[in-house]
């Protein structure tokens, strides 16, 4: 930059003077703005101001020396005028910079507090999450995860909900826009449900299985207290040799005392899911009057949690071109799946699934 050439004065009238410093004012700019370091501003001022190879002693020895008497006032001036801009701007340059990096080093007084950053919380939700993710793990399961962005064949098809079957419209989907091109079953959708993880798991892992997986799901549901549009979710998938209904009872009733206290009792009722059979609903016994009926349980003493059943064989059946393991003859399986935000809210007494989402420091800190 130093040996940049500094241009020949063609003329000394005012059109070419103020073309001539216009030109030397746009390089020096540009420079500056490159010059992001401290050593590259530190270069840009010796460039621009050193005494002896600086190009403002250039500028002046080329073009102030050789002007005529007549055009040296004029000329001065606006060297002048332009070395007060470079000065200053690099002064500017500076004074960004250290204030930049705090206070001088020397104002620095050791003996005052520190600035305490405040710890943070597990969220409710997440907190929820991972403790029945915890009730599981110490069961012998381990845990995974699978995308939010599925493909119509995982979240449906897979899962025996077959192209058009009413059975999908008991989750309204959002789908991901432009996929009519493409084939039913490789288009794009938001996961109404974790059970596309299943059969994941199952394609990527033979029998025996034992995995959970949380969370995030969405569905086009209008938000109230109680729904939400995007909400969580913890499945469950079990499969082995001879793995019967009464495993998936007393695994589900095993979980349920665990996590909500040992005095909690469970019930199963007949209930469908397209990906098991038979299916079953669980509720448990109301946390709130121990099952005597009160206001949250609708004074049934039951409170319904989570849905479950034995593996469809037609799942197996998807699996199987994959992992020709999970034949149904030889093996067999369970599956459940709850709403985190669900339990969270009765574990809590929440009664606003909004409040889980809103970010109200008043809200979140009570879990703290
Ligand atoms: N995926 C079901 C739902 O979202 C819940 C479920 C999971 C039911 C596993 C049975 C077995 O409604």
Same mark, same amino acid.
């Given at each position: 930059?130093?040996?940049?050439?500094?241009?020949?004065?063609?003329?000394?009238?005012?059109?070419?003077?103020?073309?001539?410093?216009?030109?030397?004012?746009?390089?020096?700019?540009?420079?500056?703005?490159?010059?992001?370091?401290?050593?590259? $501003?530190?270069? @840009? =001022?010796?460039?621009? !101001?050193? *005494?002896?190879?600086?190009?403002?002693? +250039? &500028?002046?020895?080329?073009?102030?020396?050789?002007?005529?008497?007549?055009?040296?006032?004029?000329?001065?001036?606006?060297?002048?005028?332009?070395?007060?801009?470079?000065?200053?701007?690099?002064?500017?340059?500076?004074?960004?910079?250290?204030?930049?990096?705090?206070?001088?080093?020397?104002?620095?007084?050791?003996?005052?507090?520190?600035?305490?950053?405040?710890?943070?919380?597990?969220?409710?939700?997440?907190?929820?999450?991972?403790?029945?993710?915890?009730?599981?793990?110490?069961?012998?399961?381990?845990?995974?995860?699978?995308?939010?962005?599925?493909?119509?064949?995982?979240?449906?098809?897979?899962?025996?909900?077959?192209?058009?079957?009413?059975?999908?419209?008991?989750?309204?989907?959002?789908?991901?826009?432009?996929?009519? $091109?493409?084939? @039913? =079953?490789?288009?794009? !959708?938001? *996961?109404?449900?974790?059970?596309?993880? +299943? &059969?994941?798991?199952?394609?990527?892992?033979?029998?025996?299985?034992?995995?959970?997986?949380?969370?995030?799901?969405?569905?086009?549901?209008?938000?109230?207290?109680?729904?939400?549009?995007?909400?969580?979710?913890?499945?469950?998938?079990?499969?082995?040799?001879?793995?019967?209904?009464?495993?998936?009872?007393?695994?589900?009733?095993?979980?349920?005392?665990?996590?909500?206290?040992?005095?909690?009792?469970?019930?199963?009722?007949?209930?469908?899911?397209?990906?098991?059979?038979?299916?079953?609903?669980?509720?448990?016994?109301?946390?709130?009057?121990?099952?005597?009926?009160?206001?949250?349980?609708?004074?049934?003493?039951?409170?319904?949690?989570?849905?479950?059943?034995?593996?469809?064989?037609?799942?197996?059946?998807?699996?199987?071109?994959?992992?020709?393991?999970?034949?149904?003859?030889?093996?067999?399986?369970?599956?459940?799946?709850?709403?985190?935000?669900?339990?969270?809210?009765?574990?809590?007494?929440?009664?606003?699934?909004?409040?889980?989402?809103?970010?109200?420091?008043?809200?979140?800190?009570?879990?703290?």
């Amino acid at each position: 930059m130093a040996n940049e050439t500094i241009p020949r004065l063609e003329s000394y009238d005012d059109v070419a003077l103020t073309k001539a410093f216009g030109e030397l004012k746009l390089q020096f700019n540009q420079e500056a703005m490159l010059s992001g370091s401290p050593e590259g $501003r530190e270069s @840009l =001022r010796v460039d621009w !101001l050193g *005494r002896k190879q600086g190009r403002l002693t +250039q &500028i002046s020895s080329i073009w102030l020396k050789t002007a005529p008497d007549s055009a040296k006032r004029s000329l001065g001036q606006r060297f002048n005028e332009f070395k007060a801009y470079i000065e200053q701007s690099i002064a500017q340059e500076l004074s960004v910079e250290s204030a930049g990096s705090g206070r001088p080093l020397d104002a620095i007084d050791i003996s005052l507090p520190g600035t305490r950053s405040r710890i943070g919380i597990e969220h409710p939700l997440i907190k929820t999450m991972n403790e029945i993710v915890a009730v599981f793990k110490s069961m012998g399961y381990s845990v995974g995860v699978g995308p939010e962005v599925e493909t119509d064949y995982y979240n449906f098809e897979s899962l025996n909900f077959p192209p058009n079957h009413p059975a999908r419209d008991t989750q309204d989907t959002l789908v991901v826009a432009g996929q009519e $091109r493409k084939a @039913l =079953r490789d288009r794009l !959708l938001m *996961r109404t449900h974790t059970s596309p993880v +299943q &059969i994941r798991t199952m394609e990527q892992q033979a029998p025996p299985v034992r995995i959970v997986i949380p969370g995030k799901v969405h569905r086009n549901d209008a938000a109230d207290a109680t729904h939400s549009p995007i909400f969580h979710q913890v499945e469950g998938l079990c499969v082995d040799t001879n793995i019967t209904f009464s495993d998936l009872k007393g695994t589900l009733d095993h979980a349920m005392k665990a996590f909500f206290g040992s005095s909690v009792k469970t019930r199963f009722f007949p209930s469908f899911f397209p990906f098991t059979e038979p299916s079953a609903d669980v509720q448990i016994s109301c946390i709130f009057c121990g099952g005597k009926g009160c206001r949250k349980c609708k004074h049934s003493g039951w409170i319904e949690l989570l849905g479950c059943g034995m593996v469809d064989p037609a799942v197996f059946g998807a699996v199987q071109q994959k992992q020709p393991g999970y034949d149904p003859k030889k093996i067999s399986g369970f599956a459940f799946g709850m709403g985190v935000e669900r339990i969270a809210m009765m574990k809590y007494g929440v009664s606003d699934i909004g409040q889980f989402y809103s970010g109200d420091m008043r809200f979140l800190e009570q879990f703290a």
